[in-house]
């Protein structure tokens, strides 16, 4: 693999954001549903849960997922 | 298939032979899956019954842990989308060994020399010094644990989950190995004594003269 500046941007970029009070995979998950049915009411989501917000940015485990589900519940309305 | 209420729904769950409530949920799961995976042509529609039936299982087993705030179909829909990346990501990356991905001959992923060829004189000068202060601390003051995970999940792009079972561990727990690391690399940084905004700057495509 060989390096890139854009890499090691992002790798800079992600070490500088970060906070002491980032929650984890297990957290975003239980807020999830909820960040998913605000953002489809046009809600700020964002804004009402931050560390949620943070979270999806930074994890793309869990980004994938609430993608996907805000897909689900899109394609089912 | 008729709407429900939450209360319904679980009403209706915890007595799973009076209704067709099971049923119901496990076609509304696969319905949803189809969704969330229709830019996915390698995933069959058995593969979305299985993830369905598989979730179905899970919402029965929570229902004690759903906590009203949401609609519970959400909550459901959340579950079986989990349970379907879960296993697409193990299938991913099944035959990738941690070992493969942390002991490459290149796979120290900071390079000693960096040169951005857009960068000017002063841009380098930041630059150098953060390669440096993030190879040091990786090197010096990270765990082997942080600085194998940073390897395989920042580095070589493994997903964190299937990293995470490879080091005996969960999603949750190696997230954090990661936040510890990079609180670590982000002291070390700031310990030179530019701001994140000044170190930011340096690495940004065109930075200010």
Redesign the interface.
């Given at each position: 693999m060989k390096p890139e500046p854009a890499m090691l941007r992002g790798l800079v970029r992600g070490v500088l954001s970060t906070r002491q009070d980032e929650i984890g995979c297990d957290e975003c998950f239980e807020e999830v549903d909820r960040f998913v049915e605000m953002t489809l009411a046009g809600k700020n989501a964002a804004e009402a849960m931050p560390l949620v917000q943070d979270h999806l940015q930074r994890c793309r485990e869990c980004r994938e997922e609430f993608e996907a589900l805000l897909a689900v519940l899109r394609g089912l309305s | 298939m008729t709407d429900r209420t939450n209360q319904e729904w679980l009403a209706e769950l915890r007595e799973p032979a009076e209704g067709g409530a099971l049923s119901d949920l496990r076609s509304?799961l696969i319905?949803?899956?189809?969704?969330?995976?229709?830019d996915r042509p390698a995933v069959a529609e058995e593969d979305l019954e299985d993830f369905a039936q598989e979730a179905v299982l899970k919402v029965l087993t929570g229902l004690p842990s759903f906590?009203w705030?949401?609609?519970f179909t959400?909550?459901a829909?959340?579950i079986?989308?989990?349970v379907?990346?879960t296993e697409l990501?193990r299938r991913r990356w099944q035959d990738v060994s941690l070992e493969e991905i942390t002991s490459?001959p290149?796979?120290d992923?900071?390079?000693e020399r960096?040169a951005?060829p857009?960068a000017g004189p002063e841009q380098l000068a930041v630059?150098e010094m953060?390669?440096r202060t993030?190879r040091q601390t990786i090197a010096r003051d990270l765990t082997e644990r942080q600085r194998q995970a940073m390897m395989a999940v920042?580095?070589?792009g493994m997903?964190?989950?299937e990293t995470a079972r490879r080091m005996g561990t969960n999603?949750?727990?190696l997230?954090?190995v990661l936040?510890d690391a990079?609180?670590r690399?982000?002291t070390n940084?700031?310990a030179k004594g530019l701001s994140?905004q000044d170190?930011?700057a340096a690495?940004?495509?065109r930075g200010p003269e």
């Open positions: - | 509304l319905r949803g899956l189809r969704h969330a995976m229709s906590r705030e949401s609609r959400t909550w829909h959340k079986a989308v989990h379907a990346f990501r490459a290149d796979s992923f900071i390079p960096f951005d857009a630059q953060v390669v993030l920042l580095a070589g997903s964190l989950q999603r949750n727990a997230y954090k936040h990079r609180r690399l982000k940084l700031l994140a170190i930011l690495f940004e495509p």
